[in-house]
C-alpha cells in the first residue's frame, strides 16, 4: 500500500506514539491500533481519488487521512485544514519531518473566510468529523462541480446516506455511493458524494471558482 514510502510511514507513527500523544492529538488507547485503524484505514481514501488530483483534508486533527494518503499518493497535491492552533503546529512539524510537499492550512470549513481562502479542490476528504448530512453542508462547497466529497464512516455508512440523503442533495450532492476497502480489523467505509456540475448557493462566492492550491501556509 505505502510501497517505498513505508519508512515515512513508520517514522510518522513513531512521531504519533511519542510527541502526538504528549500533545494530545491522539488517545492512548488508540495506540496499539495505529496501523490498522488510522495508518491503513486512512490510506485506502486513494482508492476513491483520481490520479493527479488536489486534495482538501478537513479537520485534519493529526493528520487523518490526509497524511497516510499524501506518503501513499505522492501524485496527490494535499491541503490539511485544521482550526485548533496547536494542531497546525503539530501538522507543521510532522510535514517538515517527513518532508511532504503538503500545505497546512488554519480554518474552518464552514466559514465563509476559509472557503475564500483555500478555494475549491477535486476531492475534499474527512474522518471523524460531522454526521453526513452536516458533513456535506460544510464540505461541498469547497468540492469544484464533477469533483466529489469522500467521508470515511463506519459500519453504519449505509444508513448515515440513508438518512442525510435530502442533506446531501441540498448541499450539492449528486450520485452517492459506499466503498467498502479491506476487511476485518482494517475494513474501511469511504462514502463518496459527487457534486452536481450545477453551482449550488452555498457553493458560490468570492471563493468559488478557484482550485485549491498546492503552496505551504505557514499561518497560525
Sequence with gaps: MFGDALPRV??????????????????PRELPRLWDRHLVNSAYVGRVVPADSTVLDVGSGAGLPGIPLALARPDLTITLLEPMAR????????????????????????????????????????????????????????????????ALKGASAHDEVRR??????????GEVEVVRCGAGDTTT??????????????GSGPGA??????RKDRSS
Design 189 to 202: 467505509h469511504i462514502v463518496v458524494v459527487h457534486r452536481t456540475e450545477r453551482r449550488t448557493a452555498a
Design 209 to 214: 471558482g478557484r482550485r485549491g492550491r498546492g
Design 87 to 150: 494542531r497546525v503546529a503539530w501538522l507543521e512539524e510532522v510535514v517538515a519531518a517527513l518532508g511532504l510537499d503538503v500545505t497546512v492550512r488554519r480554518g474552518r470549513a464552514e466559514e465563509r473566510e476559509t472557503r475564500r481562502a483555500v478555494g475549491e479542490f477535486d476531492v475534499v476528504t474527512a474522518r471523524a468529523v460531522a454526521p453526513m448530512g452536516r458533513l456535506a453542508t460544510w464540505a461541498m462547497p469547497l468540492v469544484r462541480p464533477g469533483g466529489r466529497l469522500a
Design 164 to 173: 442525510d440523503a435530502n442533506d446531501l442533495r441540498a448541499a450539492g450532492g
Design 10 to 27: 513508520r517514522r510518522y507513527a513513531e512521531l504519533l506514539a511519542g510527541p502526538g500523544r504528549e500533545q494530545g492529538v491522539i488517545g
